[in-house]
C-alpha cells in the first residue's frame, strides 16, 4: 500500500480532522523504493474506505495538548490536520467532487506522486505541457480539448509572466497540432505593444502580421469589403457617431448611395443637383455655402474653388448669395447659378474617387440637403462631418477597402503600436467585428471551423471606465465584445485575453470567461472580483495570488477538475513576448 500517517478524528460537514503519527513531519519519505512527500500545507492524502479512497488536500495543522493525570501532569501534544476532500480514485480512476466522506478511525496514507498527476490530468498524458506544478514539480498536461473550446481569461500584475503565459500557450498549441487546424481554424491576435510580430508563436508560412501604423505611409492595413465599410454600424463606430441622430443620418447616406449604385453617373448628377438647389433655394442657408466649399476641396477644380470661395453670404430676403461679380446676385429662378456656376460645376470629375473620399463628399452632400430642406438641425451633425475630416487621414494609413474576400492565415499578429489612441480603440472594433462577422457567415451549425480571437492588454480596450470617450460609442464597443463572448461559442468564436487590472474590465465580460490562468495580483479591488466571478477558486489557491513569484499562476475553470498553482515553463529566447524587463546592469554599462 503506502506509508499510513494518521487516522481520522472528526468529521464536521467536509471538514475532516486527523491525528498525525509523529514520524511523518518529514518533508520527503521513501518507502518500497517509491518517493512520497510529507504531509503539510497543500499536500494531498488518501483516506481508505472500503474499496475507494478519497483523496483529501491538507488545509490546516496545528497542536493540541492532552494532559494524562496519572503520568503525573505530563503534557503530550498530538499534532492535528484540516482536510478538506476534492475527489476519489475508484477502480484505479480518478473523479472529482465530494460524493464520500471518511469515517472516524479511517486511515490516512501518504499519496503517491504519479497519482497526484493522475488526480489534474486525468491519466490523459498527451503531453499539452505549458509548464509544472509549482510544488510537486511535475509536468502536467492541460486538458487542450476544453480549453480552447471557451473562453480564456489571463490576469495579473505587471511583469508578473502574462504574455508568457499567453504565448506559451499558442505555442505549445502550434507545435502540436499546427498540421490538424490549418483549415479548420483561424487565430488573430490583437497586439497592443507590438510583442508578437517576431518569431514568437508560429513561423513563416503559417504567421502574417500587420503593424499598422497611423503616423507614416507603411504598406500593412487592413483590409474591409465595400460592403463592410458602407455599413451604417461601420461607419458609426468609426466616427463615434450619436444613436440618436447622427447614427440615423449616416444611415440616409447609406441608403441613398445604395438607392443609385446602378445608375451611370449618379454621384455627379447628385452633386450637380445640391450645387443648384443650395443657389436656387426657396429658404437658402449660409452654411450650405460652406459645405460645398468641402465638396470642391475634395474634388473640385481650381476654377470652382476660387468661384466659390468669392461668392459671399448676403442674407435678406430678395437674395441670398452675391458673387464673384458684384451684380451677380442669386435667387430662387436660377438665372444667375446657370449663368456664373453652370459649366463649372459641369467640370467636376468623380470617376477617381476613392471610398473615404467619396464618403467626405456623400456626407457632406447628405447635410446640405437635409439642411436646406429643414429636416436636420446643423449643429447636431457637423460635428460628425469634423469627426470624418479628421479621422480619415489616419484611417487611410491603417484601412484598405478591398473587394475579393481575404484569405487569412492560420495567425495574423495585429500589431496596433505604432497607432495614435484613437485609433487603439477604434480598429480591434472593427476587426473584431469584421472577423466575427465573417466567421458568422461561414459557419455551419455545428461549427465546422472555429475563431480564435486573442487580446493582450485588453484593459486597452474593454475597460469601463475610460472617461475620455462618448457614453453611448462606449457602450457600443463593449456590446459587440459582450456579444461575442455570449453569443461567440455557438459559431466556435473563442476569446482569449490578458489584463492587468481585471477589475477594470466590464464585468459582463469577466463573468463570462470559462478559465482562468491567474498570475500574482495585489490589489485588493482584483482579488474581490476574482473572489465574486470565480466560482471554481477555492480559499487556499485564492489565498496564494498576492504572493506568486514570475510565471506561477493558478490554473482554474470549467475545464480543469480542480485549481492547480502552475509554474509556467520560460519560452526559448527567440519565441518570447518582446516584453522584457530592462536589464540596466547592461543598459548602464
Ligand atoms: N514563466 C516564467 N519564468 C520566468 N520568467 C518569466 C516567466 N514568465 C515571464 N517571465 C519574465 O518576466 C518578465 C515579464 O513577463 P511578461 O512580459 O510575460 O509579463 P506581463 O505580465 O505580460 O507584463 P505586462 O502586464 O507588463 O505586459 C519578462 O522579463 C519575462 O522574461
Ligand atoms: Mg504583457
Known amino acids: ?317 430678395a437674395h441670398s448669395f452675391v458673387g464673384p461679380g458684384v451684380n451677380d446676385y442669386y435667387n430662387a429662378d436660377g438665372v444667375t447659378y446657370a449663368r456664373v456656376l453652370g459649366d463649372i460645376v459641369d467640370q467636376i470629375q468623380t470617376n477617381n474617387l476613392d471610398n473615404f473620399d467619396e464618403l467626405i463628399v456623400r456626407a457632406n452632400l447628405q447635410l446640405t440637403r437635409d439642411f436646406i430642406n429643414g429636416y436636420v438641425q446643423f449643429e447636431h451633425i457637423q460635428p460628425l462631418l469634423k469627426r470624418i475630416d479628421s479621422s480619415l487621414s489616419g484611417l487611410r494609413k491603417v484601412i484598405c477597402i478591398v473587394e475579393q474576400a481575404n484569405n487569412f492565415n492560420l495567425l495574423t499578429v495585429i500589431s496596433l503600436r505604432k497607432c495614435n489612441q484613437e485609433m487603439k480603440k477604434i480598429l480591434p472594433l472593427l476587426i473584431a467585428k469584421h472577423f466575427y462577422q465573417q466567421h458568422k457567415n461561414e459557419v455551419e451549425n455545428p461549427p465546422n471551423k472555429t475563431m480564435h480571437l486573442i487580446i493582450d492588454e485588453a484593459h486597452n480596450i474593454l475597460s469601463q471606465q475610460s472617461s475620455s470617450e462618448h457614453e453611448s460609442w462606449k457602450d457600443y464597443r463593449l456590446e459587440l465584445f459582450e456579444e461575442i463572448i455570449k453569443e461567440g461559442r455557438k459559431f466556435g468564436v473563442f476569446i482569449t485575453l490578458s489584463s492587468q487590472r481585471p477589475a477594470d474590465i466590464s464585468s459582463t465580460i469577466v463573468s463570462q470567461l470559462h478559465n482562468f490562468f491567474i498570475h500574482r495580483l495585489v490589489n485588493e479591488r482584483d482579488l474581490f472580483l476574482l473572489d465574486n466571478t470565480i466560482s471554481t477558486l477555492d480559499a487556499l489557491s485564492r489565498s496564494l495570488i498576492p504572493n506568486l513569484s514570475k510565471g506561477n499562476c493558478i490554473a482554474t475553470g470549467t475545464s480543469f477538475d480542480l485549481p492547480m498553482v502552475l509554474q509556467v515553463h520560460r519560452l526559448d529566447k527567440e519565441k518570447q513576448p518582446d516584453s522584457e524587463d530592462v536589464d540596466l546592469e547592461s543598459l548602464w554599462t
Open 1 to 317: 500500500m503506502s506509508i499510513i500517517v494518521g487516522e481520522v478524528i472528526a468529521i464536521n460537514g467536509v471538514k475532516i480532522t486527523l491525528k498525525v503519527f509523529e514520524e511523518s513531519s518529514k518533508d520527503t519519505l521513501y518507502y518500497l523504493g517509491e518517493k512520497y512527500k510529507g504531509v503539510s500545507i497543500r499536500e494531498y492524502i488518501s483516506i481508505q474506505r472500503g474499496f475507494r479512497d478519497i483523496i483529501c488536500i491538507v488545509e490546516g495543522e496545528y497542536l493540541d495538548e492532552n494532559k494524562f493525570e496519572k503520568d503525573g501532569n505530563k503534557t503530550n501534544y498530538i499534532r492535528k490536520l484540516d482536510a478538506k476532500p476534492i475527489g476519489y480514485f475508484e477502480h484505479g480512476a480518478f473523479n472529482e467532487g465530494i460524493k464520500y466522506l471518511p469515517m472516524i478511525k479511517d486511515s490516512a496514507f501518504l499519496l503517491k506522486e504519479d497519482k497526484i498527476s493522475e488526480i489534474y490530468s486525468k491519466g490523459k498524458n498527451d503531453g499539452f505541457v505549458i509548464g509544472e506544478m509549482l510544488k510537486e514539480e511535475l509536468p502536467i498536461s492541460l486538458p487542450w480539448q476544453k480549453l480552447f473550446n471557451s473562453h480564456i481569461g489571463i490576469f495579473g500584475n505587471t511583469g508578473s509572466g502574462k504574455s508568457n503565459t499567453l504565448a506559451k500557450l499558442y505555442t505549445v498549441l502550434f507545435e502540436q497540432k499546427v498540421d490538424v487546424i490549418t483549415d479548420k481554424s483561424k487565430f488573430v491576435i490583437l497586439d497592443f505593444n507590438g510583442e508578437y510580430t517576431g518569431e514568437q508563436l508560429i513561423g513563416e508560412p503559417y504567421k502574417s502580421t500587420l503593424k499598422l501604423n497611423t503616423y507614416t505611409a507603411s504598406e500593412d492595413k487592413f483590409p474591409l469589403y465595400e460592403a463592410e465599410f458602407w455599413n451604417t454600424e461601420t461607419l458609426s463606430i468609426l466616427f463615434q457617431a450619436t444613436a440618436n441622430t447622427q447614427r440615423p443620418f449616416i444611415n440616409r447616406i447609406i441608403s441613398g448611395r445604395d438607392r443609385f449604385r446602378d445608375v451611370h453617373n449618379s454621384l455627379f448628377n447628385y452633386i450637380k443637383s445640391t450645387f443648384s438647389a443650395v443657389f436656387s433655394a426657396a429658404s437658402p442657408k449660409a452654411e450650405a455655402l460652406d459645405l460645398l466649399r468641402n465638396i470642391s476641396s475634395v474634388l473640385g477644380t481650381d476654377e470652382l474653388k476660387d468661384t466659390l470661395k468669392n461668392i459671399k453670404w448676403i442674407g435678406g430676403n
